[in-house]
């Protein structure tokens, strides 16, 4: 079934074309490669954005609608893994891009909060230590303690995040695409990039996350492509999530849509070596897991009327790999967000646009491709 997100009426945008050299040439047209474009053209360089398919048809068409400030990690492991100064940074860092979209988005964005549930006691303890975490690093967040049952389903505790936003993903791409269209970009949907060599550009900034594994080889140890698995229901009656929940690590997450639908993602780690692939099909294992859970949070059997796979870039330390590409001169990436792209996607976009402007900035370092070493990496 269609990815609900994708019915949305495509908005109108002008077709500028290019003739012969552009400056930079960007593989992927989601929410990086047209955040990149934006960016770029507004700076008054030549751009031509390449995807296969059409604008925002990839994860950023097909994901769960959580527009979530901060990493992939919890926050407490952030701070353990990459540092407390770097992840205080990026967290502030992704809460600026928030604010940054929210400007561009309309109607695309809201911005209700989100709840961070514990599914039991030792989930419990772990997203504690997260809050402990933020509050003394002066990062806003609110423990709750008090949570209501709306139906068979008990949460032991959660974190609020009060800045947290819901997108309609393939409303702000697209209309991110028609500003980056409006500020010169030229983008060539259903064009396939088998060679970013043979692409005439200056540079190429390849924005494919989970979707281009293989096209630049060095990256192809350090991205790994993930698929993750959606179902929608028909409009309720009745609100009862009037914000983005995720719980069990963000295994699962669920959001209410101002028609009433539900949207419910996850239970990837049903058979978790098997979404380790890039073939974009739902299964019935993790469907039907999908779908008995959504009956537990609606508290009646569902109606379904969508349901889709999407395919997402993960990272070993879930950080996304920025930056010109070791050994390859000329050919940058911005991809591998593990399942967060929505805001760190936008902002990474942004990241890389600016670093081929000669702007410099901690995240560059943090996000660093040349953190995986190249005996990790395939050399082909
Ligand atoms: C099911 C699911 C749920 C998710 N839920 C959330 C969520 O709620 N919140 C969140 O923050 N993140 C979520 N994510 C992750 C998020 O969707 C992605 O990280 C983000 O959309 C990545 O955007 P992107 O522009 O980098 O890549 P994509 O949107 O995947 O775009 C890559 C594009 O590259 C194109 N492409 C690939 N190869 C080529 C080629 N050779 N030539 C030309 N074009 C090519 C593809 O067609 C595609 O359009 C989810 C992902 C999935 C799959």
Redesign the pocket.
């Known amino acids: 079934m269609n990815p609900y997100w994708l019915e949305d009426e495509i908005p109108p945008r002008p077709s500028p074309r290019h003739e012969g050299r552009v400056d930079v040439a960007i ?9 990149a474009a934006l960016r770029l053209a507004q700076a008054g360089l030549r751009v031509r954005v ?19 400030r901060g990493g992939a990690s919890r926050y407490d492991v952030a701070r353990d893994t990459y540092g407390r100064a770097q992840a205080r940074d990026l967290w502030h860092w992704t809460e600026g891009a928030l604010d940054r979209m929210e400007t561009l988005a309309g109607d695309a964005l809201r911005r209700p909060g989100s709840l961070r549930l514990a599914a039991d006691e030792e989930e419990r303890e772990q997203i504690r230590a997260e809050y402990e975490a933020m509050r003394e690093d002066g990062i806003e967040a609110t423990w709750l303690d008090e949570l209501p049952e709306p139906f068979a389903v008990r949460f032991h505790g959660a974190i609020e995040h009060a800045g947290d936003g819901s ?1 309609q ?1 393939a409303r702000f ?1 697209r209309r991110l695409a028609a500003q980056a269209a409006e500020a010169g970009a030229e983008i060539r949907e259903h ?4 060679d970013v060599e043979a692409l005439d550009a200056d540079r190429v900034v390849v ?6 594994h293989g ?1 630049v080889p060095e990256l192809s140890d350090a991205i790994w492509p ?5 179902v929608v229901s028909e409009p309720l009656d009745r609100v009862l999530y009037d914000k ?1 929940h995720y719980a069990r690590q963000g295994f699962d ?1 669920w959001q209410q849509l101002p028609d009433r639908r539900v949207v419910l ?1 996850g239970f990837r780690d049903v058979s978790i070596l098997d979404e380790l692939t890039d073939v974009e099909e739902t299964t019935p294992t993790i469907q039907d897991s999908l779908e008995r859970f959504l009956g537990e949070l609606i508290g009646e059997r569902p109606r379904i009327s969508h349901r ?6 993960l990272t070993q330390d879930m950080l996304p790999l920025v930056g010109e590409v070791p050994g390859r001169e000329g050919v940058w990436v ?2 591998g ?9 936008f902002a ?2 942004e990241l890389v646009a600016g670093a081929i402007l000669g702007e410099t900035s901690p995240q560059l370092e943090l996000f660093d491709p040349a953190r995986f070493g190249a005996e990790d990496r395939n050399l082909v």
Do not use: K, M
């Not at 967000?337 to 996607?345: E, I, R, T, W």
């Open positions: 593989v992927g047209a989601g929410i990086t490669g047209c955040s390449y995807d296969r398919r059409g604008v925002a048809e990839g994860a950023s068409g097909r994901n769960g609608g959580f527009a979530l997108i993903p791409v064009e396939r990039v088998d924005a494919t996350d989970g979707y281009g096209l993930t698929r993750g698995q959606v983005p997450y993602g889709w796979a999407g395919i997402f870039g911005a991809a967000y593990s399942g967060h792209g929505n805001v760190l996607g990474c976009g």
